[in-house]
Structure formats: structure tokens, C-alpha cells
């Protein structure tokens, strides 16, 4: 019944690695979003999508990737992983012509 | 650009009381959504409250309700009642009203509630 899921919750993994999260919605919503927190709970955006197609990228290091297979789905892969990529990552998704957004649980990458 | 400002890194009050949470925010939008996100320590990210930049009526939920002035351009949030539940980050976040328009967030409050 989740409506919102991110997989992995938590996720170790050493500098350099290349590393993925996933994110599902099951709401039939057509937008998208990666968010990130980081060490300060600050939040910012990171990529939005809408149908499938990229409609926001903000200033990301081109080390991450998001990737959308279907409106569904929308997975952030990170590769060469740093110190300050550690944060907490959340997708959200939001519905045609709707003003909410619904987070997922978030996932909390740490980088050693 | 948008900013949001949240000046008050952190508050307390007693359980039963009211209190009330600060958001100034700069826009050149006319039209827009003000949002006051709660973050309890499961870090999940819960809507409080909700307010359409068009209506003068201020929103209320409950508890919560928030003193809109657009022209101050200042969205505070009052928790009246507080209970323990309420102890979380707080976050003010801006919407333009547009299609697949991104949030814009403060920086953030810590509540807490004591009992």
C-alpha cells in the first residue's frame, strides 16, 4: 500500500563505488523528483520528471544520473561516489494538475 | 529566484501551549503555494499545512494554522495545543504555481515539545 517507496533504506558503501536508489510510486502520478538533505537537513532539489522526460536538473555533479524507465519509476544512480554525496536522498512524485507532493521514506547514503 | 527564511534554528515549549513558527520568503511570482513540511526523527516528510498565494482566508488543519501576509511576504505557522507528537523539524517551502514547479525549502526548525 506504500505509495511512495525508495529502496535501499540505507545504504554504506566506500568512496569511488558507483551505487544506485531506486523509487516507485503506485499513485499514477506523472511527475518526479530527487531530492536531497544533507548533513544540515538542508533540502534542495536535485532532477524532476515528468512522462518519462527531464523537465528540472539543477546544478547536480554530472556523477549522478537519474534515470526513468516509465512514469512509475525514477532511479538515481551515482557514480565515483565522494565524502559529500553522504545525505539523505528522497523522491517525491506528484499528480497532473495537483499541488501536493508525496515523499518516499528517503534513503540514507553514507560514503566512508 | 525564489528563497524561503527560516531565522530560528531551534524552539521549545511546553506541552498544552501554543507556539509559533517564523517564514519570510522573496518571490517575484504573484501567483504560488506556501507549504509548512514536518520531519519527525523517522525523517519522513509529513504536510502540515497548505496555502494558496490567491486566497486571503488563512489556512487552518486542526491545530495548525498559519498568518499569511503576502505582502510582508511572511508565512508563519501556529501549533496550537502542543503535544508531544509535534516534536519534529519544521520546514516552510515555496511553490511557483506552474506545472511540475519544484519546492523550494527553508533551512529548517527544530521543535521540541516538552512535557
Known amino acids: 500500500d506504500t505509495a511512495v517507496s525508495q529502496t535501499p533504506k540505507y545504504l554504506v558503501t566506500q568512496m569511488g563505488n558507483d551505487k544506485s536508489i531506486k523509487c516507485e510510486q503506485n499513485?499514477?502520478?506523472?511527475?518526479m523528483y530527487w531530492y536531497k538533505q544533507d548533513s544540515k537537513k538542508f533540502l534542495k532539489i536535485m532532477f524532476s520528471y515528468n512522462n518519462k522526460e527531464l523537465i528540472i536538473n539543477e546544478t547536480v555533479p554530472n556523477r549522478f544520473s537519474p534515470k526513468s524507465p516509465d512514469k512509475a519509476h525514477l532511479n538515481l544512480h551515482i557514480n565515483s561516489l565522494e565524502l559529500g554525496d553522504s545525505a539523505v536522498y528522497f523522491c517525491a512524485s506528484k499528480g497532473q494538475g495537483a499541488v501536493e507532493q508525496y515523499f518516499g521514506p528517503g534513503t540514507r547514503l553514507t560514503v566512508t | 529566484a525564489q528563497t524561503v527564511t527560516q531565522s530560528q534554528p531551534e524552539m521549545s515549549v511546553q506541552e498544552a501551549e501554543t507556539v509559533t513558527l517564523s517564514c519570510t520568503y522573496d518571490t517575484s511570482e504573484n501567483n504560488y503555494y506556501l507549504f509548512w513540511y514536518k520531519q519527525p526523527p523517522s525523517r519522513q516528510m509529513i504536510l502540515v499545512i497548505r496555502q494558496e498565494a490567491y486566497k486571503q482566508q488563512n489556512a487552518t488543519e486542526n491545530r495548525f494554522s498559519v498568518n499569511f501576509q503576502k505582502a510582508a511576504k511572511s508565512f508563519s505557522l501556529k501549533i496550537s495545543d502542543s503535544q508531544l507528537g509535534d516534536t519534529a523539524m519544521y520546514f516552510c517551502?515555496?511553490?511557483?504555481?506552474?506545472?511540475?514547479?519544484?519546492?523550494?525549502f527553508g533551512k529548517g526548525i527544530t521543535l521540541s515539545v516538552r512535557p
Open positions: 499513485l499514477g502520478h506523472d511527475t
Open positions: 517551502a515555496f511553490m511557483k504555481h506552474e506545472a511540475n514547479s519544484k519546492l523550494t
